[in-house]
C-alpha cells in the first residue's frame, strides 16, 4: 500500500534501494582503486563520484585520461554512455511532470540505472501515489551516499593495495544489473526488447567509446515500441487483458 507520510516514503525509499547499495559497492571501490593508475589525485577521484555520480562514464573516463586522451573525447564519450538516463528520465517525466523545477532538477541529479529499477516499479505499483517523489528522493539519496561512501574506501585502499582492481570485484555490479533487468521481463516486448539490444551489443563490443551500447540501446527502444504497438493490438483483439509470459 502507498506510503502515508513524506518520512515513511523516503524511509521506504532508502530500504528498497538496499540490495542496489550491496552491488554497487565493489563498483565503487575499483574506481577509488582505479584513480591511483591515472595519476591523478585522490581529492579529484572523490570530486569526480560528488559532481558526476556516474559510474560508467567515471570509469570510461578515467580510462581515457590514463591514455592521455584529449577533453573533447573524453566529454563526447561519457556523454554518449549516460543518453540512457534520457530514456529513463522520459519514462519517469509523466509521474514528476507537476513537481516544482527544483525538485525536478534534484531527483534528476540522482537518477542512476539502480535508482530507476527501484522507483520505476514503485510508480507501476503504485501508480496514484501523492508522495512518489519522496520514494525517489530516498533511493536518490541512499545511492548517492553509497557511491561517495565506497569510492573513498577504493581510493583509500587503492594506494595500499594497487592491484585491487584485478580481483574481479566487478562481478558484483554484473549481478547487480541481472537484478535490475529480469523483473522487467515479464512481458513479451520487454524480452524482445532486451534480447534484441543485447544482441546488438554484444556485436558491436568493439566499437570505440562505447558506441555499440548506444546502438544497442536505440535498437533496443525501436524494437520494444513496436513490439508493444503490435502486443497491444493483438490483446486488444483478444480482449483478454494483459497477456503474461
Known amino acids: 500500500m502507498p506510503h502515508p507520510t513524506p518520512f515513511t516514503s523516503f524511509i521506504a525509499g532508502i530500504r528498497d534501494t538496499l540490495p542496489m547499495l550491496l552491488g554497487a559497492?565493489?563498483?565503487?571501490?575499483?574506481?577509488?582503486?582505479?584513480?591511483?593508475?591515472?595519476?591523478?589525485?585522490?581529492?579529484?577521484?572523490?570530486?569526480?563520484?560528488?559532481?558526476?555520480?556516474?559510474?560508467?562514464s567515471q570509469f570510461i573516463a578515467v580510462g581515457l585520461i590514463a591514455s592521455h586522451t584529449g577533453l573533447l573525447v573524453i566529454w563526447l564519450a561519457t556523454f554518449i554512455v549516460n543518453l540512457r538516463h534520457m530514456l529513463y528520465a522520459a519514462t519517469l517525466l509523466p509521474h514528476v511532470r507537476h513537481l516544482p523545477q527544483r525538485w525536478r532538477w534534484l531527483l534528476g541529479c540522482l537518477l542512476t540505472d539502480e535508482t530507476f529499477a527501484v522507483v520505476d516499479r514503485y510508480y507501476r505499483e503504485h501508480p496514484d501515489t501523492q508522495l512518489g517523489h519522496w520514494y525517489f528522493l530516498g533511493?536518490?539519496?541512499?545511492?548517492?551516499?553509497?557511491?561517495?561512501?565506497?569510492?573513498?574506501?577504493?581510493?583509500?585502499?587503492?594506494?595500499?593495495?594497487?592491484?585491487?582492481?584485478?580481483?574481479?570485484?566487478?562481478?558484483?555490479?554484473?549481478?547487480?544489473?541481472?537484478?535490475?533487468?529480469?523483473?522487467?521481463?515479464?512481458?513479451?516486448?520487454?524480452?524482445?526488447?532486451?534480447?534484441?539490444?543485447?544482441?546488438?551489443?554484444?556485436?558491436?563490443?568493439?566499437?570505440?567509446?562505447?558506441?555499440?551500447?548506444?546502438?544497442?540501446?536505440?535498437?533496443?527502444?525501436?524494437?520494444?515500441?513496436?513490439?508493444?504497438?503490435l502486443y497491444a493490438s493483438k490483446i486488444s483483439d483478444k480482449n483478454t487483458g494483459t497477456e503474461k509470459l
Open 25 to 56: 559497492a565493489p563498483f565503487g571501490i575499483i574506481f577509488g582503486a582505479l584513480v591511483a593508475t591515472a595519476q591523478m589525485h585522490a581529492w579529484q577521484g572523490q570530486l569526480m563520484s560528488l559532481s558526476v555520480f556516474a559510474g560508467s
Open 139 to 229: 533511493s536518490g539519496l541512499a545511492m548517492y551516499g553509497n557511491w561517495q561512501c565506497w569510492t573513498l574506501v577504493g581510493l583509500l585502499f587503492g594506494a595500499i593495495f594497487p592491484q585491487l582492481q584485478t580481483l574481479g570485484l566487478d562481478f558484483a555490479m554484473v549481478a547487480t544489473f541481472i537484478a535490475i533487468i529480469v523483473p522487467q521481463l515479464v512481458l513479451l516486448p520487454h524480452l524482445i526488447a532486451a534480447l534484441a539490444a543485447g544482441t546488438v551489443a554484444y556485436l558491436l563490443q568493439d566499437l570505440p567509446y562505447k558506441l555499440g551500447l548506444l546502438v544497442a540501446i536505440a535498437i533496443g527502444v525501436v524494437i520494444g515500441l513496436l513490439s508493444a504497438h
